[in-house]
């Protein structure tokens, strides 16, 4: 399945998990984000809290990672992680 689009994921007829799901097979995954992530994310970036969830992929099972529902989410992500390279850089 292609990532939807925000507008395409509202009006689709998944759940959250559903989606998910079919996104990612097989990796476990939990709807329920970590309220500090929230946090911080929300304050700089966006608000994750409808189009992303916390998965368990083998490369991070321990402590998870958040997993894009939509390619909104997915570049949104993206540039979480170039901004906080770039800071530890500096």
Same mark, same amino acid.
């Given at each position: ?15 959250? &998990?559903?989606?998910? @799901? ?14 500090? #992530?929230?946090?911080?994310? *929300? ?5 994750? *809290?409808?189009?992303?969830? #916390?998965?368990?992929?083998? *490369? ?11 390619? @909104?989410?997915?570049? &949104? ?9 770039? /800071? *530890? /850089? &500096?």
């Amino acid at each position: 399945m292609k990532m939807p689009t925000d507008k395409q994921a509202r009006e689709l007829e998944f759940t959250k &998990s559903e989606l998910a @799901e079919m996104l990612y097979p097989g990796v476990p995954f939990d709807v329920a984000l970590p309220q500090n #992530w929230i946090d911080e994310v *929300r304050h700089e970036f966006f608000d994750p *809290r409808i189009n992303v969830v #916390w998965g368990y992929p083998p *490369r991070n099972a321990v402590f998870g990672e958040p997993l894009a529902l939509t390619t @909104e989410a997915y570049m &949104s992500l993206i540039f979480i992680a170039d901004a906080k390279k770039k /800071e *530890r /850089e &500096s």
